[in-house]
């Protein structure tokens, strides 16, 4: 007698809650992508680095952007990022950056969604808690080499937990060629490496021989990673960055959250409501998931620009818990139960190619998705524009001093004639000169010494630095320049 149960038919045509995550995110993203372009200072820096590399193809590994530090040997942990964002701006300019940004977040929330699904979890309801995650996430969504972390630290979560829950060993060895890719994308490779090591540990808790085959993948992830223009200089290097409290105190990203300000309030509530699953939940956490959520709380609590990475590894580890959980909700159950069925027998992926040529064709065109209709820029009231138009007419030349968050957009507009004194790439500047820069910035002392010793000629600042104050008061420094963001002194 042949079975006549069918089948499930599949809804290739309508759009998966993973489609619609990227979709929605990718928009979003775009719509606040001129904050994410003015929401930090090194996007310059990074244009011109992968612009150099594209033009002479080869990678810098010595100092040719400032005159404080000329031609000392730099580790490029970003270089391949750097091309990335100098190949899309060479598309489109800026727009291109931004779509490239908006891609790697979509696709990092999607993976996000599919993973969740993978875990059991309810099409819809791992479709909210991407879209949660990507908010909670917001405060460091900045068009920085960081976001493409994000996408691999999401794959490696989910290769992991397949591994773990499914005992699928051979999907293990995809880590490998994504440790060579990623090691050249962003340092926070690091942060991969880490995630293998706690399941290592989270496997010998629960007294399972596959804790020693992770070690064994982690040392061999750590050979690969030298695979990179430093070799295996990149680990050490940040452990060394690490241990300056002065640049991390400095960096607001490597300070612990403020819980006084909104944009952890997400990150707040999500806590909680992780410790409350974890105690009403009647499946207990496996040690691999409760080490993993451990360790990343405490080093979201310890540096705000972990709270993203938070968000990816809790939203996998407290996700099907809190799906069994609201369960017990019956109605609420049913739905998603239906909805489920549907989503998981659905494609549709053409919609969401579709959907974003629609809006990269619309955004080429001159539309502007931005709040308030702004454009993808560098906005005149956060970088110095107009004073840099100035310089380029007054053709000043010589030393500059420069305000730290100004450095790469100098270099975006003004490199290669005119080297800067210090931008954001604080590990390679170093405890020392980046103390001088503060000294010099604040007015102390011997702000005046420093600049002689640097043979500076001129200084570009904010308006109300209190730098200035000094140079007002001193008969060897003439102001040339004022605007409402950026003064320029010169000496007499």
């Known amino acids: 007698m042949q079975n006549s149960i069918q089948p499930a038919p599949r809804h290739w045509w309508l759009p998966s809650i993973p489609v619609i995550v990227f979709a929605v995110i990718f928009l979003a993203s775009l719509v606040f992508m001129p904050q994410m372009l003015n929401g930090d200072g090194d996007l310059g820096r990074h244009l011109t680095v992968g612009a150099l590399i594209l033009e002479t193809g080869t990678i810098p590994m010595r100092d040719l952007f400032s005159h404080t530090l000329p031609d000392a040997p730099v580790i490029p942990h970003e270089w391949l990022a750097q091309v990335l ?86 999907i293990l060895f995809l880590l490998l060629p994504l ?70 105190d400095l960096t607001v990203e490597h300070q612990s959250p403020n819980f006084h300000h909104p944009n952890v309030w997400l990150f707040a509530g999500w806590l909680i409501l992780s410790l409350v699953v974890g105690g009403r939940t009647h499946r207990a956490l496996a040690w691999t998931q409760v080490v993993v959520l451990g360790a990343w709380t405490g080093l979201a609590l310890y540096a705000a620009r972990n709270i993203p990475l938070y968000a990816l590894a809790s939203a996998l580890v407290v996700g099907p818990a809190l799906d069994q959980w609201i369960a017990q909700i019956p109605r609420l159950d049913n739905f998603l139960a239906r909805t489920d069925l549907i989503a998981r027998q659905s494609w549709g992926w053409m919609w969401a190619a579709l959907f974003c040529a629609l809006l990269i064709a619309l955004n080429a065109l001159g539309f502007a998705f931005g709040i308030g209709g702004k454009a993808n820029a560098f906005d005149p009231r956060v970088f110095p524009v107009a004073a840099v138009d100035h310089l380029a007419r007054a053709r000043l030349t010589g030393n500059l001093f420069n305000e730290f968050t100004w450095g790469g957009y100098l270099l975006y507009r003004s490199w290669p004639p005119q080297r800067v004194f210090i931008d954001g790439f604080t590990d390679f500047y170093g405890e020392a000169l980046t103390r001088e820069y503060w000294q010099t910035i604040q007015g102390e002392s011997n702000w005046e010494a420093i600049l002689d010793r640097y043979a500076v000629e001129w200084v570009i600042v904010r308006a109300d630095a209190r730098l200035i104050a000094r140079l007002r008061e001193s008969s060897r420094w003439v102001e040339s320049y004022r605007d409402e963001t950026a003064a320029i002194w010169r000496r007499r």
């Open 179 to 248: 440790t060579i890719v990623w090691a050249n994308l962003h340092s926070m490779f690091v942060t991969g490496l880490m995630l293998v090591l706690f399941y290592a540990l989270g496997a010998l808790l629960e007294r399972k021989r596959h804790a020693f085959e992770l070690g064994a993948l982690a040392l061999g992830m750590f050979a690969l990673a030298g695979m990179h223009p430093s070799g295996w200089a990149v680990p050490f290097h940040l452990f060394e960055y690490t241990q300056s409290r002065f640049l991390l």
């Open 85 to 170: 964002f100098a190949f899309a701006y060479r598309v489109a300019n800026l727009n291109g950056v931004a779509w490239l940004a908006a891609l790697a977040l979509a696709a990092t929330y999607a993976v996000l969604t599919w993973g969740l699904e993978r875990a059991g979890v309810r099409a819809l309801f791992a479709g909210l808690l991407a879209g949660f995650a990507s908010m909670m996430s917001s405060l460091h969504q900045l068009t920085r080499p960081h976001i493409f972390s994000w996408l691999f630290f999401i794959l490696f979560l989910i290769i992991l937990e397949e591994d773990r829950r499914a005992g699928r060993r051979a």
